[in-house]
């Protein structure tokens, strides 16, 4: 199918870990935001039932008219779903506990691993001038998350800098590739990128040595630090980039979002 979003279309990255409590969502709003702040036109999708990328760019529940649920199960266009944020450029397709059912009414659905793929490829988004489309996952491999592998072109995985971290990779890479197999041949691994990470740490040290002795080149040279302003942030429903520009959080984002624009434009 060609691509109709824009001239060149935007870059969509499905940004996951099955495991619970590694960055995940706080990278998709910072990286987001980093992009954004760098002149890039950004849409985030928010595909957790839990809504905490919704609730960290400041879109209070009662403002979430349309949802990625109605977007999967009622058809609702894109283009009516996404709503703008504080953030110049960025924008943001909400979710609300109503995804958490998803998963169960999706499964009669014929196109199930199609939905959000066919939804970001309709008409309607050009007029956005989209670069980069973020795919917030839920902490599971379960339909929502194929969803997203189905409609990403790349996957860009947060680890935590902690003990059996690598363990937890194996599951995941066994279903991107089962989704390059079945869904989407074109699907590649973006990069793995260490959070959470503490310079004066034994451990934090050992599982950057690992990564980067089993996973080579896919691992960013940019690694998110442990830090305060980060964890502070979404509280004030602000990406850290905006509570405070200068913290080495933020600073972190910046360098995250100039390596994944570097790599993209050899790519």
Not at 95 to 108: F, K, P
Not at 198 to 218: I, K
Not at 225 to 250: C, H, I, Q, T
Request: proline share 4%; net charge negative; charged share 20%.
């Amino acid at each position: 199918m060609p691509d109709i979003i824009n001239g060149h279309g935007p870059k969509i990255i499905a940004i996951t870990n099955q495991k619970g409590g590694v960055g995940k969502t706080t990278t998709t709003i910072n990286l987001g935001a980093a992009l954004a702040e760098a002149g890039n036109r950004v849409l985030l999708i928010d595909l957790d039932p839990q809504g905490n990328a919704s609730t960290g760019l400041g879109v209070e529940v009662a403002d979430r008219k349309l949802t990625t649920y109605d977007l999967l199960l009622e058809e609702a266009p894109l283009t009516e779903v996404l709503q703008e944020t504080d953030v110049e450029n960025l924008y943001i397709a909400p979710a609300t506990t109503d995804l958490s059912s998803a998963d169960i009414e999706l499964v009669s659905n014929e196109k199930r691993s199609h939905l959000l793929h066919d939804a970001v490829r309709a008409t309607g988004l050009g007029q956005l001038e989209l670069d980069y489309i973020l795919i917030d996952c839920p902490p599971s491999l379960n339909l929502l998350t194929v969803n997203a592998l189905v409609a990403a072109d790349s996957v860009l995985i947060p680890l935590q800098s902690e003990f059996f971290a690598l363990e937890g990779l194996s599951q995941l890479m066994l279903t991107i590739r089962e989704v390059r197999q079945t869904a989407n041949a074109g699907l590649r691994i973006e990069g793995i990128v260490l959070t959470m990470f503490d310079t004066r740490n034994n451990l934090s040290r050992q599982v950057e040595a690992d990564a980067r002795g089993n996973l080579g080149e896919l691992v960013f040279d940019t690694m998110i630090p442990r830090n305060v302003r980060v964890s502070e942030a979404p509280s004030f429903a602000l990406p850290v980039l905006m509570y405070d520009p200068m913290s080495k959080g933020s600073q972190a984002y910046r360098e995250l979002a100039s390596e994944l624009s570097i790599r993209n434009r050899r790519g």
